[in-house]
T-cell receptor, first 112, second 112 residues
Framework: GESVGLHLPTLSVQEGDNSIINCAYS??????FIWYKQESGKGPQFIID?????DKRQGQRVTVLLNKTVKHLSLQIAATQPGDSAVYFC???????????FGQGTTLQVKP | DSGVTQTPKHLITATGQRVTLRCSPR?????VYWYQQSLDQGLQFLIQ???????AKGNILERFSAQQFPDLHSELNLSSLELGDSALYFC???????????FGPGTRLTVL
């Protein structure tokens, strides 16, 4: 069945370094992808999204890259800060219902 | 603050009982989504409503049901509760199914 998965369960980086979180998806028909950040005890918070007609999108300190050829999605966080410590989920929008299929999540730990 | 509200924040109940979780979407949003987050299953889509009508269903148990009212708030009803139903339940909303989903703070359900 379709699935969205993350390559690493935990990523530990030094404060100030750049972070890269990866995600693989299996449904080549998916046309919308989203990254969410979830802090302990809170709901998923929207970070950035990208549609399948793009391969890169930039936000404030974050960049999402989409490689449709290998069905790979990545989230890059520049100058990682302690406040970026959280679990990051990629999600795939399943066509015309809006149903999101989430990956298992990557825990980002930022060392001061 | 996403603008999506959920009540209650915590709910502790016993096996066999029935509970109702409530969600108020962001102002103007017509779509409401329910997700379950457990340690072993991650974030799983349950059901979606759009302007009062059921739009999509995920792996929602028959013991679970939902509805969306004319004022667009939604309720998720969980009955004949089992220990395995203990999880975080999130509601999300957007204006249309191709739009970004914004999540509420969740309801933590504990079944004893």
């Amino acid at each position: 069945g379709e699935s969205v998965g993350l390559h690493l369960p935990t990523l530990s980086v030094q404060e100030g370094d750049n972070s890269i979180i990866n995600c693989a998806y299996s449904n080549s028909a998916s046309d919308y992808f989203i990254w969410y950040k979830q802090e302990s005890g809170k709901g998923p918070q929207f970070i950035i999204d990208i549609r399948s007609n793009m391969d890169k999108r930039q936000g404030q300190r974050v960049t999402v890259l989409l490689n449709k050829t290998v069905k790979h999605l990545s989230l890059q966080i520049a100058a990682t800060q302690p406040g970026d410590s959280a679990v990051y989920f990629c999600a795939e929008n399943e066509g015309n219902t809006g149903k999101l299929i989430f990956g298992q999540g990557t825990t980002l730990q930022v060392k001061p | 603050d996403s603008g999506v509200t959920q009540t209650p924040k915590h709910l502790i109940t016993a096996t066999g009982q029935r509970v109702t979780l409530r969600c108020s979407p962001r102002s103007g949003d017509l779509s409401v989504y329910w997700y379950q987050q457990s340690l072993d299953q991650g974030l799983q889509f349950l059901i979606q409503y759009y302007n009062g009508e059921e739009r999509a269903k995920g792996n929602i148990l028959e013991r679970f049901s939902a509805q969306q009212f004319p004022d667009l708030h939604s309720e998720l009803n969980l009955s004949s509760l089992e220990l395995g139903d203990s999880a975080l339940y999130f509601c999300a909303s957007n204006g249309g199914w191709t739009d970004t989903q914004y999540f509420g703070p969740g309801t933590r359900l504990t079944v004893l």
